[in-house]
């Protein structure tokens, strides 16, 4: 427990100085506080909570920046250090591999969530300098902090794995550029070719919940937009959430981080450095 | 307890075979020095014996435990070629860091940071330090903890003479206290009295493993005797002693050990016709050369 401790507090510094602390909490920052005074504009007149308005569009930009950061912060902790030759020296210690993954996933989480808090909690002083605390609901803020944590975490893992599994940091950026590019974007944009192709068929009735949900940061999206009222203010699939359940979708959230991160420690396991 | 065992152990790489049956053994306080050239196969030992690597066949015990597991690392300090530390830490966070790892008390690591004369710098980045400080922070956390089994490799590099000096205090140091050595070099003259035994590899191979004494009697390599005369009598030197005249002033020959005595005697039978003599022994670069150039025309 003190190896994965100070592997953590390593990592911390490391991240602060590398100004990835920085670089994080300032596009949370500034697309929080913008979403959150632009999206407030209509909701007057649709009577809907300011809150709930701000947390739909911030879901939808979570969906693309949370992954993004999560692979950034991960995809150089084993194939950088590898390259640059500090891996070796760390496996000599007397701590498992393990440990020091679990170390380094505490450090990358608590940055994580730190720009999740700054971002989200602006945009709740916000609103409520805007609107007044009274007859705000806190709770979707709660959840989408809690869920973006999740998706946090399930990308931390996916990009510790391509590390693991690939050599070189350059390599290792490139490919996970194409996950999230895959995941974010070209996963939804098949869905919805193969519904239109599928025309309210077998897929579309049977497999496509399954699938929208298989997906983190689809699953994450549905889950932060329940009212579908105000789903339908986002557009694209998202309308379809009432056709998998939350449990799908929490599950698909839980799931992800862990499997990524056990993955993430098999392909560890097999590096020589 | 032997502090490391190794026994006749293998490392292929599909065809390539980078250590080939090498058997080596050191006890606790013995310092050995591991020679090669580059691709000896130096390093994938000391890799396996740490764990890094794998051992194709063979076995290697570290105070009779397996390599890699968790009670051989505790008793391990490593100090890698060409060691390398994240950049944006400092000289104090990385040792203290180390130090955590090893569960040694942080001023221990401060100690050492003394220890290597790095305390001046102890509080900058890493990034800012040149490649002797850098040796000298991977000095120091090997140090961490005085572990029974020190393995170096390429310690010298990058350190100017004085600190090589200082290095090898450090070594000395480790051994009295018991610490088992195992170092590798490539700078040959430093060696000569800093340690007990020396193994020589080439190409996988170990070819050589014993004290500098006993390695310079088994190869039976001349010892050089040069030979100042007074005035202008080299001539006459050369053809009594059947050396050769490298100068006006000069002779030099070459005896085996065992007949040093004896030529000694003559060349001093000459009485005032020989102003001087300088006898040098076999280096340790011609016994390297010696052992590592033709290790087939020795079996």
């Known amino acids: 427990m003190t190896s994965i401790l100070s592997i953590t507090r390593l990592e911390l510094l490391i991240a602060r100085r590398n100004m990835w602390v920085a670089t994080s909490v300032i596009l949370m920052a500034m697309f929080t506080i913008v979403l959150t005074l632009a999206g407030g504009a209509p909701s007057g007149s649709l ?13 939808t930009l979570s969906v693309y920046l949370i992954p993004l950061i999560g692979l950034l912060l991960s995809f150089d902790a084993i194939a950088g250090e590898a390259e640059r030759g500090t891996l070796a020296l760390s496996l000599t210690y007397p701590l498992s591999r393990g440990e020091i993954l679990v170390g380094k996933f505490l450090a990358h989480l608590c940055v994580l969530a730190f720009a999740v808090a700054v971002g989200l909690g602006l945009t709740a002083g916000l609103t409520i300098w805007q609107y007044g605390a009274a007859d705000l609901s806190y709770a979707p803020l709660i959840k989408l902090f809690l869920t973006s944590i999740a998706l946090g975490a399930a990308f931390l893992g996916i990009g510790y794995l391509v590390s693991a599994l690939v050599r070189q940091t350059g390599v290792a950026s490139g490919i996970v550029i194409i996950i999230w590019l895959v995941c974010v974007v070209l996963y939804d944009l098949g869905l919805l070719g193969a519904l239109v192709a599928d025309d309210g068929g077998f897929f579309t009735k049977t497999v496509f919940p399954w699938l929208l949900v298989a997906n983190p940061a689809d699953a994450f999206r549905l889950f932060n937009m329940p009212d579908v009222s105000v789903s339908e203010l986002a557009s694209g699939i998202g309308a379809t959430g009432a056709s998998a359940s939350w449990i799908g979708q929490v599950v698909s959230m839980l799931v992800w981080p862990v499997l990524a991160l056990g993955l993430a420690g098999l392909a560890f396991r097999r590096v020589e450095p | 307890m032997t502090a490391l065992s190794i026994q006749n152990v293998t490392k292929s790489y599909g065809d390539l075979r980078a250590v080939h049956e090498v058997s080596l053994g050191i006890e606790a306080g013995e310092r050995i020095a591991l020679l090669g050239h580059n691709g ?32 051989a690392r505790k ?3 490593f100090l890698p070629e060409s060691v390398a530390f994240h950049g944006n830490l400092t000289g104090r966070e990385q040792l203290q860091h180390f130090a955590r790892l090893k569960s040694v008390p942080l001023r221990k690591a401060d100690d050492l940071l003394d220890r290597v004369g790095l305390s001046h710098a102890a509080d900058r980045k890493i990034r800012t330090y040149s490649k002797g400080m850098r040796q000298r922070i991977g000095l120091a956390q090997a140090l961490l903890g005085t572990p029974k089994l020190a393995l170096l490799d390429e310690p010298t590099s990058g350190l100017d003479p004085i600190s090589r000096h200082e290095f090898y205090d450090i070594v000395d140091d480790l051994s009295a206290a018991g610490t088992a050595v195992l170092l590798s070099s490539h700078a040959l003259t430093e060696l000569e009295t800093r340690t007990d035994r020396i193994a020589i590899m080439s ?23 040069d030979v100042t005369t007074s005035g202008e009598s080299a001539d006459h030197v050369a053809n009594h002693l059947g050396g050769e005249r490298s100068n006006g002033r000069s002779v030099s020959l070459t005896c085996q050990q065992e007949e040093k005595v004896s030529v000694l005697g003559r060349i001093t039978g000459l009485g005032d016709l020989i102003k001087d003599i300088d006898v040098t022994p076999a280096s340790l670069e011609d016994l390297y050369r010696h052992y590592s150039v033709n290790p087939e025309d020795r079996k």
């Open chain 1, 47 to 59: 009577g809907v909570d300011p809150l709930l308005v701000a947390v739909t569009s911030i879901t």
């Open chain 2, 40 to 71: 000896a196969g130096k390093t994938t030992l000391m890799r396996m014996i740490l764990g890094l690597a794998t051992i194709s066949s063979g076995s290697i015990r570290v105070l009779g435990a397996a390599p890699g597991t968790r009670s």
């Open chain 2, 75 to 77: 008793v391990i300090g």
């Open chain 2, 203 to 225: 190409s996988g191979h170990l070819l050589a493993n014993d004290s500098l004494a006993n390695l310079r009697q088994q190869a039976r390599l001349p010892i050089r005797l």
